[in-house]
């Protein structure tokens, strides 16, 4: 075991009807992990024992749980999983699939009292690193219709975050090995993204990436900042965003001291192959998709021939907030909730970025 603190990472079970509950149990059969950290999972007793019951039958792994009512009792020992039991989820609401050869997929779905479920053990996590009993939070997916259903109208973790730790300029930042990439607009849609850079929101994006390399230990970061339009508009002969908008935003962060490389938009066809080269520690996108494309074509790893999913890495962190928040960066995997089959990769890489922006803050 290494010299540095193990620090307490708190865990959110994602939708109890998704795969955040097998991915979360599959995770913390990592013996090496709990070198590295105390792994706490909030959610239900019930989700995480039948999770354990999959993870046996189909990958022979057998770990116990102990429930526990604060972080502070947890035993965070290999081989023992520490669960905050919220006890949200009766039992007669996880499906019986036990007598079959093998598990199947729950086939349950969207609906509010998962919704619920999964709204509640955020707001858990996010108390519990508000009051320093945990020293950061990653979060398993969640349905955004779920959450909808139960009343809760948010459009995702980022805005659960940040209105629960009342922070007013946040961004997500999606991670893969050294290709991060942040966002000046998520959730929204295309009409709208176009509509929203504006150089006030660009240079936030910006200050807020350059502070997010330094929390991840990156002293001097190099930032790249996309264009919106194709060719950077070309002067303005495929729009004027670029010069308008975005041009001001990197004149005013270069005066301020951040290293920009290129001092101007980069057409965002080429951006991330140059992130991959090593040009830039992070970008900053436009908009959704522009961001995620190519974060996914680089983490999820589909076997044709095979007909699974090889790889599902890739990390959602939320830049700007009082605490730590690391995310996988896929759905709630419905179609595969109780089949055992869900990769736990994406969230490893997550906790594995909790650990190292705890480390960074605490030396800074």
Same mark, same amino acid.
């Given at each position: 075991m290494n010299n540095q603190i193990r620090p307490i990472i708190g865990i959110s079970m994602g939708d109890p009807f998704g795969n955040g509950p097998e991915i979360t149990v599959r995770a913390l059969a990592d013996e090496k992990l709990y070198e590295r950290c105390k792994p706490l999972i909030v959610g239900d007793e019930t989700s995480i024992s039948y999770a354990l019951k999959v993870a046996e039958k189909v990958h022979? /792994?057998?770990? =116990?749980? %102990?429930? @526990?009512?604060?972080p502070a009792e947890g035993k965070y020992t290999y081989g023992t999983i520490d669960l905050m039991d919220l006890k949200l989820i009766p039992a007669d609401a996880i499906p019986d699939t036990s007598g079959l050869d093998e598990p199947k997929p729950f086939g349950v779905g969207a609906c509010a009292l998962g919704g619920e479920a999964a709204f509640q053990y955020v707001v858990k996590v996010i108390q519990l690193a508000m009051e320093h009993q945990i020293d950061a939070t990653v979060t398993n997916a969640l349905s955004k219709e779920a959450i909808n259903m139960a009343g809760h109208h948010y459009s995702g973790h980022t805005e659960i975050y940040a209105d629960y730790t009342n922070t007013p300029k946040y961004t997500m930042m999606l991670a893969h090995g050294d290709l991060r990439v942040v966002h000046v607009s998520t959730h929204v849609s295309l009409r709208e993204a176009c509509d929203r850079v504006k150089k006030d929101r660009v240079l936030d994006c910006i200050r807020i990436a350059n502070e997010g390399c330094k929390a991840l230990g990156i002293k001097e970061p190099k930032i790249g900042v996309a264009g919106l339009n194709p060719h950077c508009g070309e002067n303005g002969m495929f729009g004027w965003e670029e010069v308008e *908008? +975005?041009?001001?935003? +990197?004149?005013?962060? @270069?005066? *301020?001291? +951040? /290293? /920009?490389? $290129? &001092? &101007?938009?980069?057409?965002?066809?080429? @951006?991330?192959?140059?992130?991959?080269?090593?040009? !830039?520690? /992070?970008?900053?996108?436009? !908009? #959704?998709?522009?961001? #995620? +494309?190519?974060? =996914?074509?680089?983490?999820?790893? !589909? %076997?044709? $021939? $095979?007909k699974h999913w090889e790889a599902v890495e890739g990390v959602n962190v939320t830049l700007g907030l009082p605490i730590i928040r690391a995310s996988v960066d896929h759905g709630t995997g419905i179609d595969l909730a109780g089949s055992g089959r869900s990769s736990e990769l994406s969230l490893i890489n997550a906790i594995d970025y909790a650990i190292l922006m705890v480390h960074a803050r605490k030396e800074s």
């Open positions: 022979g /792994i057998r770990l =116990k749980l %102990n429930v @526990i009512s604060s *908008e +975005i041009q001001p935003a +990197i004149d005013a962060a @270069i005066a *301020e001291g +951040i /290293i /920009i490389p $290129e &001092k &101007k938009p980069t057409p965002p066809d080429t @951006i991330f192959s140059k992130a991959l080269g090593g040009w !830039y520690d /992070i970008v900053v996108a436009m !908009y #959704h998709d522009q961001g #995620h +494309i190519p974060l =996914k074509v680089k983490g999820f790893v !589909y %076997n044709r $021939e $095979e």
